[in-house]
């Protein structure tokens, strides 16, 4: 049996050995606050976006074309119902289409799809929505039947194209600038590489090097 030096002595090589081990052990334990974590797959709410112009106006043309659609979607009779139809299909392309780019502009999903020019995409998309929300909410006013809810949708098919209207505005100055940064970019870069060759053409002790 073993007295108790032996056992004081079995206890300081096991906490020695413990504590060697735990200083070499790849696997130690992480000090990183749980708030700095990521969220669910890396997923960010750019709040900066949503508190903007674009994002309040992409908002305001989600709520505008819901509303329109829902209230297209309570007439229960129609003659003739082609302008219904169509309002129908404008109301929720462009209710599915501009929530879907709202996702991806909210949640910076578009930075991890560089191939797709995504200020030329919304430009496209505000722009079409505004021309067929125009036309749609026209055909819908000469022919309905003086409903409230043919009413209704005409009015928040007029308001939804204002909001378009004034997001392909700013869209179009948005691209523009980023065009003429684009382009100031390259022409300066062309510059300086002329100017490093021509730098390189004036020095001969640089020629006789690469020779």
């Known amino acids: 049996m073993r007295n108790g030096d032996d056992l004081e002595g079995f206890d300081g090589e096991a906490s020695s050995t413990s504590m060697i081990s735990g200083a070499s052990s790849p696997y130690q334990p992480t000090t990183e606050p749980v708030s700095q974590r990521r969220g669910l797959g890396g997923l960010r709410c750019d709040l900066d976006y949503l508190r903007g112009t674009l994002g309040r106006i992409k908002l305001a043309e989600v709520v505008l074309a819901l509303i329109a659609f829902i209230c297209i979607e309570t ?6 119902c082609e302008g ?10 462009a209710l ?3 929530g879907v780019l709202l996702l991806m502009f909210s949640l910076s999903l578009h930075t991890r799809i560089p191939q797709i ?26 022919l309905n039947h003086k409903t ?21 505005y700013l869209a179009i100055k948005k691209w523009r600038m980023n065009s003429r940064q684009q382009s100031s970019r390259q022409t300066s870069d062309y510059i300086r590489a002329r100017t490093e060759s021509r730098e390189v053409d004036h020095r001969p002790e640089i020629q006789r090097l690469d020779a």
Not at 85 to 90: G, I, K, L, P, R
Request: aromatic content about 18%; hydrophobic content about 60%; some cysteine.
């Open 96 to 98: 599915v289409v501009t």
């Open 148 to 168: 409230g809810a043919e009413i209704a949708a005409v009015i928040f098919g007029f308001l939804a194209m204002a909001a378009y209207a004034v997001n392909t």
């Open 117 to 142: 020019n995504w200020n030329l995409t919304d430009l496209v998309n505000t722009g079409l929505s505004t021309f067929f929300f125009f036309i749609a909410s026209v055909v819908l006013a000469a």
């Open 84 to 93: 219904l139809y169509f309002f129908e299909f404008v109301s929720c392309s």
């Open 75 to 80: 007439i229960m009779e129609c003659s003739p």
